[in-house]
């Protein structure tokens, strides 16, 4: 009780920094220059964000002071390594409300942890005949690891479709389920169309059906807070970054009993008890999935993105990017000939638009030209374009640290690319 009460103390006294997009700015300094002669615009955040100081100082000071392997040096600079990288561990589980650190799974991303439950659940509790349902608009990180593990035990995908808003039927997938479903694996918020889907409710859902949801959070950890015991998720899978952390290193969340009877996903070392020719013990969750070195100074920087986000309401923040992408849609919409492919009620940080008979790769192009990085491309995404029957989107992305006046470049750069193709 007495660490709980800390843990909360130490938990709210992060907040106390009040949200200003400018001042914000002014703690990421890549933003902070020219591209072929223009300021930067960094529209490009789904696709990965950039870094504040906190963290890049956060991973130069571990490198220069306290660098070295974890669990298992005796010597203190492998003790203090071991303590930020357990540190980390604890900041990630307050960050997402989990019950305890044991269900924080280090991995290398969103990617690696949603392989590591397809594998590790898929090994023992998916059988010829079982079911898997997935969404219309997944990631293919939530789709294609899905399929191996369909291919190799004989199970089928089930899809839950989604109406021309980009909003998933949940009546539909209410219709899916039987005895034979084994597993939900569903997208938090789309990267290509921006939709929040209702998960809590799909949750409550899968869970009548007694079946566990793993939930794909690489795209709404860095714009709203979770809280995976709210949730009642059973596996949330995020990267650093995309919320203002180092790459290599992400979360697979998952509930302790649930991670307790996983098979390990890789075996080495750090994931064992003891190891003889005949018989290996494996270690006790999380480190049971956690084979070899791992990605300590992206810890590190995780721990520093998060204790940089904690300063700040993170609803603040998330009212605001909303009203950013909301502001931008409308002006968007003004163009004749611009189409905006996503038009759920719900939505987050993305607006995928088509213009004219321009290919988004030449919209990409252009804008860059003006100094404005955006995302032109299927999005590993290839089922959502093949939903609404196009190649590719053009996609800005909007994040804390971007302004009104991004918006007013992004206009610039729109008029320009009608300007060239007219
Ligand atoms: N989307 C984008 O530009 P990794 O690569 O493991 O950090 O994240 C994969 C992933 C999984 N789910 C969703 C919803 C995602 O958006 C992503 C990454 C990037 O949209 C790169 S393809």
Redesign the pocket.
């Known amino acids: 009780m007495a660490r709980e009460i800390m843990e909360s103390v130490h938990a709210t006294s992060h907040v106390q920094r009040s949200f200003d997009p400018v001042t914000v700015r002014a703690d990421f300094p890549a933003l902070h220059q020219d591209v072929h002669g223009k300021p930067l615009v960094y529209l490009d955040t789904?696709?990965s964000s950039q870094k504040p100081n906190a963290v890049i100082d956060a991973m130069t000071d571990f490198y220069r002071n306290d660098y070295s392997n974890v669990h298992r040096g005796v010597h203190l600079l492998s003790q203090r390594a071991t303590d930020l990288y357990e540190g980390a561990r604890s900041a990630v589980r307050r960050f997402i409300n989990a019950r305890n650190d044991r269900e924080i799974v280090f991995t290398?991303?969103?990617?690696?942890a949603i392989n590591l439950v397809s594998r590790s659940y898929g090994r023992d509790h998916i059988k010829e005949g079982d079911e898997i349902i997935i969404s219309a608009m997944e990631?293919h990180?939530?789709i294609v690891p899905w399929q191996m593990i369909r291919d190799m035990t004989g199970a089928n995908l089930r899809i839950i479709p989604m109406n021309d808003d980009g909003e998933l039927l949940i009546d539909e997938y209410k219709k899916l389920f039987n005895d034979r479903t084994k597993m939900v694996a569903v997208?938090h918020?789309?990267?290509?169309l921006g939709t929040i889907n209702p998960v809590k409710e799909m949750i409550e859902i899968a869970h009548s059906w007694d079946v566990p949801v793993l939930v794909?959070g690489?795209?709404s950890t860095p714009h709203m807070s979770i809280d995976v015991q709210d949730l009642d998720c059973d596996f949330f899978a995020f990267?650093a970054?995309?919320m203002y952390g180092p790459t290599g290193i992400?979360v697979l969340y998952g509930k302790e009993e649930l991670l307790e009877i996983l098979p390990p996903y890789q075996g080495g070392g750090d994931m064992i008890l003891s190891v003889t020719f005949e018989k290996t013990l494996y270690n006790e969750i999380p480190n049971k999935f956690e084979a070899g070195t791992p990605n300590i100074a992206g810890a590190v920087g995780l721990k520093a993105a998060i204790d940089y986000l904690s300063q700040f309401d993170l609803d603040e923040i998330a009212r605001y990017e909303s009203e950013l992408l909301q502001s931008a849609t409308e002006r968007v919409k003004e163009f004749t000939g611009l189409t905006v492919v996503g038009n759920a009620a719900q939505k987050a940080s993305v607006l995928s638009f088509l213009l004219c008979a321009v290919h988004p790769h030449d919209i990409g192009t252009i804008f860059d030209q003006k100094g404005v990085a955006i995302?032109a491309g299927h999005?590993?995404a290839q089922p959502v374009m093949q939903r609404f029957s196009i190649p590719a989107t053009a996609r800005a992305s909007f994040a804390m640290y971007n302004t009104t006046d991004d918006v007013d470049r992004l206009i610039d750069a729109i008029e320009y690319v009608l300007e060239v193709f007219s």
């Open positions: 789904a696709a290398r991303g969103t990617t690696e990631h990180a939530n997208v918020v789309s990267n290509a794909d690489a795209q990267s970054h995309k992400g995302r999005h590993c």
